[in-house]
């Protein structure tokens, strides 16, 4: 069974320090998700990994993809307080589809 | 744009009720998933659609939970009978294909009794 770690599970950083979460899974996949949900909220898709060496950008977020480590990394510069939210990342090997365990960060001023 | 509708959006049922959900995904969306979320975990798939077809549902429970696809619209997804431990959040989503980003509807939250 593919298995998805995130780490860390909480996260409390000051606004404007950078931090990094972590993705591990345990087989083959070259597709890889990352998410963020709100308390109460749906999910909203933030990238999209489709290949070894991707790296993604979007406002302070960036995302990384290493499939041979099998890790993929999301990256917070300068955080503030609209990033406090829980972070997933989910592998997709084509026949099994599963999201990891979560990273919930609070950004405090 | 719409984006996916899910109804309804709450339900409370007594176990051993059944319990359908409905999700109309994005226009032209062809995948569409099925996910479970309890409090404080991820989503776990439970049925993906390619068109029509589930191409993936190893997670769904069989014994108690149905799903359906006509068309390749809009979907239903069904339990009977619920049981206590199906109290969750059943979240639907859709993409243009599989690889594409994934939207997400507002969930319904199912609660058993």
């Known amino acids: 069974e593919l298995k998805v770690e995130q780490n860390p599970l909480f996260l409390s950083m000051q606004e404007g320090k950078n931090y990094t979460i972590y993705c591990n899974y345990s087989?083959?996949?070259?597709?890889l998700y990352w998410y963020r949900q709100d308390p109460g909220k749906s999910l909203e898709s933030l990238f999209v990994?489709?290949?070894?060496?991707a790296v993604k950008q979007e406002g302070r977020l960036m995302a990384s993809l290493d499939t041979k480590a099998r890790l993929s990394t999301l990256h917070i510069t300068a955080a503030v307080h609209d990033l406090s939210a829980t972070y997933f990342c989910?592998?997709?090997?084509?026949?099994?589809?599963?999201f990891g365990t979560g990273t919930s960060l609070t950004v405090i001023p | 744009e719409a984006g996916v509708v899910q109804s309804p959006r709450y339900k409370i049922i007594e176990k051993k009720q059944p319990v359908a959900f409905w999700c109309n995904p994005i226009?032209?969306?062809?995948?569409l998933y099925w996910y479970l979320q309890n409090l404080g975990q991820g989503p776990e798939l439970l049925i993906r659609?390619?068109?029509?077809?589930?191409?993936?549902d190893s997670q769904l429970p069989k014994d108690r939970f149905s799903a359906e696809r006509l068309k390749g619209v809009d979907s239903t997804l069904k339990i009977q009978p619920a049981e206590l431990g199906d109290s969750a959040v059943y979240l639907c989503?859709?993409?243009?294909?599989?690889?594409?980003?994934?939207?997400f509807g507002p969930g319904t939250r199912l609660t058993v009794l």
């Open positions: 087989t083959t996949s070259d597709r």
């Open positions: 226009s032209g969306h062809n995948t």
């Open positions: 659609y390619e068109n029509e077809e589930a191409v993936d």
């Open positions: 990994l489709l290949s070894n060496g």
């Open positions: 989503a859709s993409s243009f294909t599989s690889v594409d980003t994934q939207y």
């Open positions: 989910a592998v997709d090997t084509g026949n099994q589809f599963y």
